[in-house]
């Protein structure tokens, strides 16, 4: 199989599945170009060997074709600008435009294609659109890790025109082989850190891992489901009624497989969801009536401190509580505070999920970790076990 490395680029047009989908504020300026960032050495390996690249991307979520506020056009100077080169630009992704200005590429030429998005063909997997995308390029990039496991036409349907010519940017090489090493190769004491709100959202993630992990620990809104499961009194904390059953039998399961799950000893709880409400620690499955748990309490956050920095390799998904707020954030900041000391000692770490990377972005501590997932959904399902289409198109 190519790789990014191997290829030979020169004299071809290489098109590019990029995930650019990002955040802009009220004046079209980019406020989180980490996407973009992440696919700058794709692009440049391309055309460091002596191809032409074409850029294709989605932004958002234009219900009725081509919308201002989603167009790529607003992406222009500040990809020009880390490219160090005059990024064009075609006003849409398929067309006699693009055709033209495809046909026309120079080695070395960057061309940044209209929001895939703006035909319902992108999201069907239309086979025509997917063809006419194909037609602009002589070799398929994928490097949209984030939309890996959508079957849409620029992820997935568009490969079967390069039977021969399709490969992973690094972007995805590098998604793959972190997974790869925390869920098949795992070296020494394997710990995951599960949070948020929902078990329901969780249970093949837990499933699976149960198969790999020597530890699980347990924290956010879901650990209520746990500890009303176990007998405990969770106040007003968030709870899934229907879940209690499945929380017993997940925790026989773990017994059964020989994998210790950790549950909070302690809990921060408040009056209101608010950050300004009293709060005070409590045991975890003491709440009191009409409090609601919103972090994990200090003595919880120690022992799972202690526990992470003894670990070789740590996959983190979902925030301890709700991070967001200052005064409920302390759970959160230890586990990633943990995690960095657990890789400056040798250890592997992954992140993923979107509220795992939105904190360990926040508190600045993206580049002292091993890996920090770009994929949410993609990275979840990959974690399950699903064979991601994306991925699958390149591979077959």
Same mark, same amino acid.
């Given at each position: 199989?190519?790789?990014?490395? &191997? ?33 700058? #050495? ?15 991307? !989605? *932004?958002?979520?234009?219900?009725? +074709?081509? =919308? ?5 056009? !607003?992406?222009? #100077? !500040? ?20 055709? =033209?200005?495809?046909? !026309? ?19 069907? $997997? ?6 006419? *995308? ?7 990039? &994928? ?10 036409? %620029?992820?997935?349907? /568009? ?35 599960? $949070? ?9 993630? /837990? ?36 879940? *209690? ?31 300004? %409400? ?24 120690? @022992? ?24 409920? &954030? @302390? ?17 592997? %770490? ?34 399950? +076990?699903?064979?991601? #289409? ?7």
């Amino acid at each position: 199989m190519f790789t990014l490395d &191997n290829y030979p680029f020169a004299g071809k047009r290489a098109i590019v599945r990029v995930d650019f989908n990002v955040p802009l504020n009220a004046a079209y300026e980019i406020t989180d170009d980490t996407r973009i960032r992440a696919a700058i #050495p794709t692009i440049e390996r391309i055309i460091e060997a002596g191809g032409s690249v074409i850029l294709m991307s !989605h *932004l958002g979520r234009p219900k009725q +074709g081509p =919308e201002e506020k989603f167009s790529l056009i !607003h992406l222009i #100077p !500040h990809l020009s600008n880390l490219l160090n080169r005059k990024v064009d630009f075609a006003n849409d992704c398929i067309g006699e435009e693009a055709k =033209e200005k495809a046909k !026309h590429l120079q080695a070395g030429d960057v061309l940044l294609l209209e929001n895939l998005r703006f035909y319902k063909g992108e999201e069907k $997997g239309d086979t025509g659109f997917a063809k006419a *995308l194909a037609g602009l390029a002589d070799v398929y990039v &994928n490097d949209a890790f984030g939309t890996a496991h959508r079957a849409h036409a %620029s992820t997935t349907i /568009i490969a079967d025109f390069f039977p021969n010519d399709k490969l992973f940017g690094y972007v995805i090489e590098g998604e793959l082989s972190s997974i790869d090493k925390v869920m098949n190769d795992a070296s020494g004491v394997f710990t995951a850190i599960l $949070g948020g709100s929902k078990v329901s959202s969780k249970i093949t993630i /837990i499933e699976n891992l149960m198969d790999k992990a020597n530890h699980m620990i347990i924290g956010g809104g879901m650990m209520f489901t746990f500890i009303k499961a176990l007998g405990g009194q969770i106040g007003s904390s968030l709870v899934e009624e229907d879940k *209690l059953d499945l929380a017993l039998e997940l925790i026989e399961k773990a017994k059964i497989k020989g994998v210790e799950l950790h549950f909070p000893t302690d809990a921060m709880v408040a009056r209101e969801f608010s950050n300004d %409400s009293e709060k005070m620690i409590v045991a975890a499955n003491q709440v009191p009536n009409g409090w609601m748990g919103l972090d994990i309490g200090p003595e919880s956050a120690t @022992q799972f401190a202690s526990l992470i920095e003894s670990s070789n390799t740590i996959l983190w998904n979902g925030p301890m509580g709700v991070f967001e707020f200052s005064s409920f &954030n @302390q759970g959160t900041r230890s586990i990633a505070d943990s995690l960095v000391k657990a890789t400056q000692q040798g250890a592997f %770490s992954l992140i993923g999920g979107g509220d795992s990377v939105a904190a360990i972005n926040q508190y600045g501590l993206a580049d002292k970790v091993s890996y920090v997932s770009t994929g949410g959904g993609a990275l979840l399902e990959y974690i399950e +076990g699903k064979e991601l #289409p994306g991925i699958k198109a390149i591979r077959s």
